[in-house]
């Protein structure tokens, strides 16, 4: 039978078959062997296909083959084991959370969630929160925001999760589709979850203390229904989705509005920085790429959050 992970808890799957029924599996034995490098090798939101075991309990089945994933979101193990824990596969749209104050969200967050997004082939959306709460300014500063961003190609929505403005197209967008949510504490990720599904309490948002997160604790995603169709898929105690090792020469690759310009630059391998002839660092120039986007390149590309080089490229 061909069924959907729902949850994982080690050992165990929840694993929804097509016809709605739920399954405890378990993994056929030659899965816990050869060549797989995670310590998981079934993940939430896998579509499997199983068989109900004869020999266990009413309800019981067993995994046999996992079907290609799309995609897949991994956190790297805490030792040294170089294994990786798959947390989720095959979402189709992740949504970050922006508020402007309270909690301030600032580009180079974005923009690493974007990066993140882009590696891991995962369509993203930025949802401007709490629009209720703006005064002209700032929503002056969301609509310019949301402009520099859907000029790259990224759907944005000025929303509230209070007033409920925009929730319908929220959940347009989430309709028979998998969707997971991220952003800083307090920019209302409950709240719009509740919104769209009330009474679905997510745990994404629980464990947002940094020692809870930093601990080895064992949290696993967890897969929801919406009654409206398509799934949500919640991750306690990871925020966002961290960031996806990226080799220096393919950074650019995840900025979208960089790697179309890739093939002007006189090198093919231009790292955009202080080669001669760099497309992206003309189309700066002109204001046609963002100074922040290109800030936040430079500062992923350092590895370090709150360096960056200033002595190329100073703020106007
Ligand atoms: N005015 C207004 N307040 C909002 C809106 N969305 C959320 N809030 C409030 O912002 C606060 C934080 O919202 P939560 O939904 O708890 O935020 P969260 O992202 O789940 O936060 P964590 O649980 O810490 O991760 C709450 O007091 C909400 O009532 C909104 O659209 N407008
Ligand atoms: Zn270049």
């Known amino acids: 039978m061909k069924g959907l992970v729902y949850k994982s808890t080690g050992s165990w799957y929840s694993v929804k078959a097509e016809n709605g029924t739920f399954y405890s599996c378990r993994l056929k034995g030659r ?87 882009e590696a891991y082939h995962i369509q993203a959306v930025i949802l401007f929160n709490k629009v209720d709460t703006y005064n002209d300014d700032e929503l002056l500063e969301i609509k310019l925001l949301a402009a520099l961003y859907r000029k790259i190609g990224y759907e944005c929505i000025g929303i509230s ?78 925020k966002g989705f961290g960031l996806v090792d990226v080799e220096k020469e393919e950074l650019a690759d995840y900025f979208p509005e960089f790697f179309a310009l890739k093939g002007n630059c006189k090198f093919n391998n231009c790292l955009h920085l202080e080669e001669p002839q760099c497309a992206v660092k003309e189309a700066l120039e002109d204001e046609e790429i963002a100074w922040s986007r290109y800030r936040s390149y430079l500062q992923i590309l350092e590895g370090e959050e709150d360096h960056f080089r200033k002595d190329i490229y100073d703020e106007k």
């Open 31 to 117: 899965f816990r062997i050869g060549g797989i490098k995670s310590t998981n090798p079934v993940a939430v939101g896998d579509r499997v296909i199983f068989e109900i075991d004869k020999k266990g309990a009413e309800g019981e089945g067993v995994i046999t083959t996992i079907e290609p994933r799309e995609n897949y979101i991994i956190r790297k193990s805490v030792n040294l084991s170089k294994q990786t824990h798959i947390i989720a596969a095959n979402i189709d749209t992740a949504f970050l959370l922006v508020t402007l104050n309270n909690p301030p969200t600032f580009t180079s967050f974005i923009d690493r969630f974007l990066v993140t997004a």
């Open 161 to 238: 999760a209070v007033t409920g403005k925009n929730v319908e197209k929220v959940k347009a967008l989430m309709q028979d589709k998998v969707s997971m949510f991220s952003g800083h504490s307090g920019t209302g990720k409950s709240t719009l979850v509740n919104a769209i599904e009330p009474g679905l309490d997510l745990k994404t948002s629980k464990i947002s203390d940094q020692h809870l997160q930093g601990q080895h604790t064992t949290t696993f995603a967890e897969m929801f229904d919406l009654s409206f169709g398509g799934q949500i898929i919640d991750t306690p105690g990871i």
